[in-house]
C-alpha cells in the first residue's frame, strides 16, 4: 500500500487529498493517514495541509515498497549479519525463485574465500535466490550472469565504463566497485538452490574502502540514486536469468572482460597457475596458456592480472619470480 500511495503522490503535480488517496487504493481516510504517518517516520517528508498531502522529498533507502511490483518478494533489513545467511535460511525452508534480502549494512558481511566484506551505510547489499533447473557443473555461469547484470547497469544508468575480473568482480578504471558471492545447495546432478550475493560500492566513500577498490560516488563525484541503481538491477537480472545457459551469455562476459588476453595468477588451494587467460569454457572456467603452451582450466580461485614486468619475470622459468613481485601485481 506504501509504494502505491508514493507512487500517487509521485504522479501527481500537486497536492492529493486524503480521500482522493482513499478512493484510489479503495482503502479508508484513516489507513490513509497511517501509512503516510509510517512514511513519515521511514524519512519521507510529506507535507498535509487543507489542500491534503503533498511529496517533498524521499530517503535513499532500498525500503520494499520502493520496488513496487518485487514488493512482496523482499526482505529489508536496516542492519543485518549476512544476507547470505538469511537467505540461506530462506531458500532451505523453500523460499521461491527471485526472494531477494536487501540490508542497508552488515556486520559480518562476507566475501568469496572466506573473506570479509566491508558493507558500511551507502552500499547496496543483497542476496537473490535462484532456483536454476541446472546441474552443479554449470552454476559458475551465476557468477558470469551476474557480473554481466551489475557492469550493464552500471553503463546504461550511470554512463560508466565497466570491465569485469574472472571468475566476478567488477571494475571501472582498474579498480573494484562490486563483488559478487555465489552459495549453492546441491544434489550431485541438480542444483537446489543458488544464493547470489551482491555487494556495490554505491555512496561509500573511498576511505572506507580497501585498497584497489572505488566507488560510483569517487568516480563521479556525487552520490547516486541507489534505489534508482538497484531498480534497474533487479531488472536487468530478471532479463538476464533465461540467457543463463546460451551461448550468448559468454559472448557478453567476453565483451567485457578486462582478463581475457592478460598474464594471470590463479591461486587455488595447492596450486598456483601462470599463464595468459585465452578463453573460458562453458561451465565458467578460465583457460590458460603456460609459456610453455600447456593448457590448464581454473574453475575458481583467487585472479590476480600479472603487470607487464612480473610477466617478463615469469618467462624465466620459475614462478617463484612472479609470486614474490608483488608490485607487478594487479589484484583486488
Ligand atoms: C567478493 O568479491 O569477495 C564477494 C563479495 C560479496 C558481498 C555481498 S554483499 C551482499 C551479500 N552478503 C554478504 O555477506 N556478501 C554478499
Known sequence: MKGQILKALRECDGQLSGQTLSDLLGISRVSVWKHIQSLKSAGYVIEASARGYKLISSPDLLLPYEFTELEQEIHYFSEVGSTMDVARELARRGAREGTIVIAESQV?????????????????????????????????????????????????????????????????????????????????????????????????????????????????????????????????????????????????????????????QIVVPGEVMVGRAIDIDTTGALIIEGRNGSVKKALAGDCIHLREEARNASSGGGQSAVLNTQDGADSS
Open 108 to 264: 559480518h558481511g562476507r566475501g568469496r574465500l572466506s573473506r570479509q566484506w566491508f558493507s558500511p551505510q551507502g552500499g547496496i547489499y543483497f542476496t537473490f535466490i535462484l532456483r536454476p533447473g541446472i546441474s552443479p557443473v554449470y552454476a559458475p555461469r551465476v557468477n558470469l550472469m551476474a557480473s554481466v547484470a551489475v557492469a550493464t547497469t552500471i553503463r546504461n544508468l550511470l554512463g560508466l565504463k565497466t570491465e569485469l575480473k574472472w571468475p566476478n568482480d567488477v571494475l571501472i578504471e582498474g579498480r573494484k566497485v562490486c563483488g559478487i558471492l555465489a552459495e549453492m545447495e546441491a544434489e550431485m546432478d541438480a542444483v537446489n538452490f543458488v544464493n547470489l550475493g551482491i555487494g556495490i560500492n554505491a555512496n561509500t566513500s573511498i576511505h572506507q574502502l580497501e585498497d584497489k577498490a572505488i566507488s560510483l560516488k569517487d568516480v563521479l563525484g556525487r552520490a547516486i540514486s541507489r534505489k534508482e541503481l538497484l531498480r534497474a538491477l533487479l531488472t536487468e537480472i530478471r532479463q538476464q536469468q533465461p540467457l543463463l545457459m546460451e551461448p550468448a551469455l559468454l559472448d557478453e562476459w567476453k565483451k567485457l572482460s578486462a582478463t581475457l588476453n592478460k598474464y594471470v
